[in-house]
């Protein structure tokens, strides 16, 4: 399945998917109002920017980082902080929290660099830890332990909110996924496939890897902007582990490496995380089993393989288009 | 004061001796990352709680063992197959420790827990009063790491251990079970995290986040150098007398972790392979 023209094909296939999902989500509203649904929906956009975000860095580039909080809290805090002191409204400072994603994402591009895989893995375990640390000793800047509030919502109307985050999620995940497909997706997926290869064939990795961290760094900072707003607070719990554990969840449930599974994937996880509201205990336990389930038994996402299966058996959109996926698919095998 | 420093140091050098050996045997031998190393400590001090309505003794023996099965049905089901591919499987680990803590929470609670002693009393060295049981665990974790040494240095299983460190596809060539020895490292490392509960665990109390004592000792790891056995050992004890200073001198619990995450950072960054390391992750 590695060839570009069944690449191409499952692509077709998915963007067909694409603008399903699309429609679906933008009609939704004209079939409920309910305030509680739609805020749910809101964060599950949230987490497919968030999900998306981690995904081009793990996903695609082969960096696995175990502290996308990192950028998502720092952008929070930017955000939250433009907003409560300078007065500026969300249009400005959600995507200032962005800058300061690509920002983050700039630095910690630095120990990447140097170090391979497990190393970094440890590194971006400590990071998120060091920098709620840095907001427990400010706390009159930072607010401390209770964190700030007060921040001006996105939007009074909850639909409104819903179409904003809608076509925020959307129009990210469609640009992720044409830079995906693109020449600079292409090299991304050489440094995650041959990191020595990669730079034998004259491909400058290091300018590619702060690339992909600033892309990353972004779009995760929107994201985290965005919720702040949303919930119009912050607390230094966005720093915690089981944070991270959510863009990683996303990512994964929808298929590691495909950008749009993370939509998927987020909407998941969201009604996971709803329907364990009354159970919240469970809550934390219940997405790490998840998602140990799905890296262990399903490495290509569980929406990846149920989409997969459909193709399988009901056969693909016209005959043509099933013969020839057959005969890549037997040239390949 | 210097002598609070050198005893105190050298007893929390002694419980990241303890806790790294575990964690850089298995990640020096199967090359995994077994971030749930800290819970399986956290654990078996849980469990050790749990089961001491049967008597201290018996109580210890079965948690440990306990901890040794749980660590190998982790590997076998878990860990294991995912062995080729490192990020994922560190990824899964993490995860079990998330689960290790949220299960800790919902069984026995979130506020604090202690267990007993193993040995009662106090000795006056140098001045300074010291708990038998710090006295107890340090000799414990000298003895522990000794036998290890031991092993890997004299035994046959040792020996394979070695091979398998050295280069996994040469070893199954001479005709070694790498899988057998795989497992058994995990025994071991298990073993290791059970010892460092039944002494270690008595000197502090029990939360269900005890486990992120692995971040604690993650700038040990790495300026031992990952997988690195002496390594770990000397870099216990140097960043255990850092913390130490750093916290009789200057105070500060959350500046002793800060002080020691910049070594690591800088150690990451100048020399990434640690004192001894070999760059054994890369080698693949």
Same mark, same amino acid.
């Given at each position: ?9 499952? @692509? ?5 998917? /694409? ?50 909080? %990192? ?41 990447? %660099? ?20 840095? =907001?427990?000793?400010?706390?009159? =800047? ?15 109307? =909850? ?13 990210? =995940? ?15 997926? $050489? ?9 034998? $064939? ?11 961290? /600033? ?15 949303? %919930? ?40 996971? @995380?709803?329907?364990?509201?009354? %159970? ?49 698919? /037997?040239?390949? $095998? | ?11 929390? #050098? ?13 990640? #020096? ?9 800290? &819970? ?11 089961? !001491? ?28 197959? !995912? ?76 020996? &394979? ?25 995990? &025994? ?49 004890? !140097? ?12 105070? #500060? ?11 690591? !950072? ?19």
């Amino acid at each position: 399945m590695t060839t570009s023209q069944s690449v191409l094909t499952q @692509n077709l296939a998915e963007h067909k998917y /694409a603008l399903a999902v699309s429609i679906i989500l933008l009609v939704i509203p004209v079939f409920t109002r309910d305030y509680y649904i739609l805020s749910v929906l809101v964060f599950a956009n949230i987490y497919a920017i968030f999900g998306a975000s981690w995904d081009i860095l793990g996903g695609i580039t082969g960096i696995f980082s175990f502290g996308q909080v %990192l950028f998502f809290g720092v952008a929070a805090y930017m955000s939250a902080g433009l907003n409560l002191f300078f007065g500026l409204p969300p249009i400005v400072t959600i995507p200032v929290g962005g800058a300061f994603g690509v920002l983050v994402g700039l630095v910690a591009a630095i120990p990447s %660099l140097r170090l391979k895989g497990p190393y970094f893995a440890i590194i971006s375990l400590v990071f998120p830890g060091i920098l709620a640390g840095v =907001i427990y000793m400010y706390p009159a =800047i930072t607010g401390g332990d209770a964190g700030l509030y007060g921040l001006t919502p996105i939007s009074a109307d =909850i639909i409104v909110t819903y179409y904003a985050s809608t076509i925020l999620a959307l129009a990210s =995940i469609l640009l992720l996924v044409r830079l995906v497909s693109s020449r600079i997706g292409l090299i991304f997926k $050489s440094i995650r496939d041959d990191e020595d290869t990669a730079e034998a $064939s004259g491909i400058n990795t290091t300018r590619y890897k702060f690339l992909s961290f /600033a892309i990353s760094g972004f779009f995760a900072g929107i994201a985290g902007g965005f919720q702040a707003h949303q %919930l119009m607070s912050i607390s230094p719990f966005v720093f915690n582990t089981s944070y991270s554990f959510t863009a990683i969840l996303s990512a994964s449930l929808g298929g590691v490496g495909t950008i749009f599974g993370s939509l998927a994937g987020a909407y998941l996880t969201a009604f996971l @995380n709803e329907s364990l509201r009354s %159970l919240v205990q469970f809550r934390v336990l219940i997405s790490a089993i998840v998602m140990i389930l799905v890296f262990r038994f399903l490495p290509e996402g569980l929406i990846r393989r149920i989409t997969r299966r459909y193709n399988f058996r009901f056969g693909t959109w016209s005959a043509v288009k099933k013969l020839k996926r057959e005969k890549i698919d /037997a040239t390949n $095998s | 004061m210097i002598e609070e420093i050198v005893i105190s140091a050298l007893i929390l #050098g002694g419980l990241y001796a303890l806790l790294s050996l575990g964690f850089s045997l298995i990640t #020096g031998v199967a090359r995994i990352m077994n971030f749930a190393h800290g &819970a399986f400590y956290m654990l078996a001090a849980y469990l050790i709680y749990s089961a !001491l309505s049967w008597g201290q003794g018996p109580a210890i023996i079965v948690s440990v063992a306990l901890i040794i099965v749980i660590s190998l049905v982790v590997y076998k089901l878990l860990v294991g197959p !995912l062995r080729e591919k490192e990020a994922e499987a560190a990824l899964v680990t993490l995860a079990l420790a998330l689960i290790i803590q949220e299960g800790v929470k919902l069984i026995w609670g979130p506020d604090y827990k202690s267990i007993p002693y193993v040995i009662t009393g106090y000795v006056t060295i140098m001045g300074v009063r010291v708990v038998t049981q710090k006295l107890v665990a340090l000799f414990a974790s000298i003895v522990c790491v000794a036998g290890l040494f031991l092993f890997i240095r004299f035994t046959k299983s040792g020996k &394979a251990t070695r091979a398998v460190t050295q280069n996994i596809e040469v070893a199954r060539l001479v005709g070694i079970n790498v899988s057998t020895v795989l497992m058994v490292t995990m &025994a071991i490392s298990g073993l290791l995290a059970g010892l460092a509960a039944v002494f270690f665990a008595p000197l502090s109390v029990l939360s269900p986040t005890e486990w992120t004592v692995l971040f604690q000792f993650f700038p040990v790891i790495v300026l031992g150098g990952l997988g690195s056995l002496k390594g770990s050992m000397i870099a216990s004890f !140097l960043i255990a007398f850092i913390e130490k200073t750093v916290e009789f001198t200057i105070g #500060g619990g959350f500046l002793m972790q800060t002080v020691t995450f910049v070594i690591m !950072l800088v150690v990451l960054l100048v020399k990434p392979t640690g004192l001894f390391g070999k760059p054994v992750m890369r080698e693949r």
